[in-house]
C-alpha cells in the first residue's frame, strides 16, 4: 500500500524567503509523484508531477521539485516566496500498477502563510 | 481545452435528508473520474472512482453512493445524510490511460445540520 507524509501541517515564511515544503512517500514500486495547490474554497491544480526521466522537475508559479528516490523524497521548494504563494499544498503518490486506474493518494497537506 | 463543473457549490442539508452532487465534464471522451472528500485537517479522501458509463468502485464503506449515468457524468448521492458527510467535495478526471494527471473541479461545499 502507498503512502505519503508531509513533514508541517503549517509552515509559515516571510515574503521573498525561501519556500520548502517537505514530502516522503512509501510505494512498492516506482511511483508518479505529484504536487497540487488548492487555495481557500477552490478545487486543486497542478503545480508540477514526475513521471520518469529527470528528476529535477520544475513547475509552474516558479515551483520545482526533486525526486530522490535513495530517501523517498519529494520535497517542493521555491527560490522566493510571494504573497500570492499563500495557499494549502499537497503532495499526492500514483502507483505505475496496472489496475491502480490513476488513483492518487494524498499526504494530509501543508498550509502555506507567507508575512510582508 | 477540458472543463470539470460541479454543482451546486454550497448546500447547506439537515440530517436524514437526501443528497445529490453533479459533476459533467467537457471537452473528452470516455474519462476516469473521481468523487473525493476533503474533511477539515484529514486530507483528501477518495470515495468512488468509475472507468466507463455504469462502472463504479468504492473505496471506503459509506453512507454514499455514485452513480455514472452518461460518459462524462458523475453524481454522488445518498438516501440519508448524516453530521459526518459534511465537507468538501471534490470530483476529477483523467485521461483513461489511467497513470495521467487528475484536474480537479471547483468543489462542493456540504454543511449537514
Known amino acids: 500500500a502507498q503512502s505519503v507524509t508531509q513533514l508541517g501541517s503549517h509552515v509559515s515564511v516571510s515574503e521573498g524567503a525561501l519556500v520548502l515544503l517537505r514530502c516522503n512517500y512509501s510505494?512498492?514500486?516506482?511511483?508518479?509523484l505529484f504536487w497540487y495547490v488548492q487555495y481557500p474554497n477552490q478545487g486543486l491544480q497542478l503545480l508540477l508531477k514526475?513521471?520518469?526521466?529527470?528528476?529535477l522537475v520544475k513547475g509552474i508559479n516558479g515551483f520545482e521539485a526533486e525526486f530522490k528516490k535513495s530517501e523517498t523524497s519529494f520535497h517542493l521548494t521555491k527560490p522566493s516566496a510571494h504573497m500570492s504563494d499563500a495557499a494549502e499544498y499537497f503532495c499526492?503518490?500514483?502507483?505505475?500498477?496496472?489496475?491502480?486506474?490513476?488513483?492518487?493518494?494524498f499526504g494530509q497537506g501543508t498550509i502555506l502563510t507567507v508575512h510582508p | 481545452s477540458q472543463t470539470i463543473h460541479q454543482w451546486p457549490a454550497t448546500l447547506v442539508q439537515p440530517v436524514g435528508s437526501p443528497l445529490s452532487l453533479e459533476c459533467t465534464v467537457e471537452?473528452?471522451?470516455?474519462?476516469?473520474l473521481y468523487w473525493y472528500r476533503q474533511a477539515a485537517g484529514r486530507g483528501l479522501q477518495l470515495l468512488f472512482y468509475?472507468?466507463?458509463?455504469?462502472?463504479i468502485s468504492s473505496e471506503v464503506p459509506q453512507n454514499l453512493s455514485a452513480s455514472r449515468p452518461q460518459d462524462r457524468q458523475f453524481i454522488l448521492s445518498s438516501k440519508k445524510l448524516l453530521l459526518s458527510d459534511s465537507g468538501f467535495y471534490l470530483c476529477?478526471?483523467?485521461?483513461?490511460?489511467?497513470?495521467?494527471?487528475?484536474?480537479f473541479g471547483p468543489g462542493t461545499r456540504l454543511l449537514v445540520l
Open positions: 510505494s512498492s514500486v516506482p511511483p508518479y
Open positions: 514526475y513521471t520518469t526521466g529527470a528528476t
Open positions: 499526492a503518490v500514483s502507483d505505475q500498477g496496472g489496475t491502480s486506474y490513476g488513483k492518487l493518494t
Open positions: 471537452g473528452t471522451s470516455n474519462p476516469n
Open positions: 468509475s472507468v466507463g458509463i455504469g462502472q
Open positions: 476529477a478526471w483523467s485521461v483513461q490511460a489511467g497513470l495521467e494527471t487528475q484536474y
